[in-house]
């Protein structure tokens, strides 16, 4: 790992077959920090840069494999790790692309979609922190993660400085007050508690408001909303 890191003056694009004659099964830090700092690099990340490696996510496999990179621009391509395939890693994405200010574009809904089972320390720490990437966080993003296997740290501001946003679907919210700032909160919409649901078209919406009808003579009915925080668990990430 490190093969460039703090290689300043490596300009230009990466080669798409850079990789082209490492094969087998993934192994711990294999990428790590690979392309760290390397500012001057240019051009968009190619999407075959890892196909030829497969199999589990390891430690630290991809750890600040792009970080620093300013120069590269565009979008993360949809099938970049489209070969890395089980259960999660102990720091497996942390750091991945952050300081990366030339990316753009929204978050590939299915860029995890191959990784599945229980959360891993550290496995999303950073990994999109201070770039440009912008758009609704994918609903599918981390589908595959055992959602009962959370504890702090696992994905802490995976999200910190970019203009990422989330709308919750109804009765469901976002336990965060600081949503779009800092991700350091839950990164998913949480279930309203029984009997309330969450105000209509809001976006980070930190609660939710339990509906209370009153009948006014036979046929009126005057309708309030009571705000109410939800009781249902709420999974933080500090």
């Known amino acids: 790992y490190g093969t460039f890191q703090g290689c300043l003056k490596l300009s230009g694009s990466i080669p798409k077959n850079l990789f082209a004659d490492l094969s087998g099964e993934f192994r711990d830090h294999l990428f790590r920090d690979v392309f760290m700092d390397c500012d001057s690099l240019t051009g968009e990340i190619p999407q075959n840069l890892f196909a030829d490696v497969q199999g589990a996510p390891k430690i630290s496999v991809f750890e600040g494999v792009f970080h620093g990179c300013s120069g590269l621009t565009g979008e993360i391509p949809a099938d970049l790790f489209k070969n890395v395939k089980g259960v999660p890693a102990q720091k497996m994405f942390e750091d991945t692309f952050s300081e990366c200010t030339g990316l753009t574009g929204e978050i590939p809904g299915g860029l995890f979609a191959n990784i599945r089972g229980v959360a891993a320390a550290n496995m999303f720490t950073k990994t ?58 839950a ?30 003579g036979e046929d009126a009915v005057m309708n309030l909303e009571e705000s109410r925080p939800a009781q249902s668990p709420v999974m933080v990430f500090d």
């Open 187 to 216: 990164v998913f919409c949480q279930d309203c508690a029984k009997g309330t649901t969450s105000p209509k078209g809001s976006k980070g919406a930190d609660k939710c408001v339990a509906a209370i009808n009153l009948h006014v």
């Open 128 to 185: 999109f922190a201070n770039t440009n990437l912008s758009g609704e966080v994918p609903q599918e993003l981390f589908a595959g993660i055992d959602p009962d296997s959370y504890s702090v740290g696992m994905m802490q501001n995976v999200f910190a400085g970019t203009n990422m946003t989330r709308e919750c679907p109804a009765n469901q919210y976002f336990p965060g007050s600081d949503f779009e700032e800092d991700w350091s909160g």
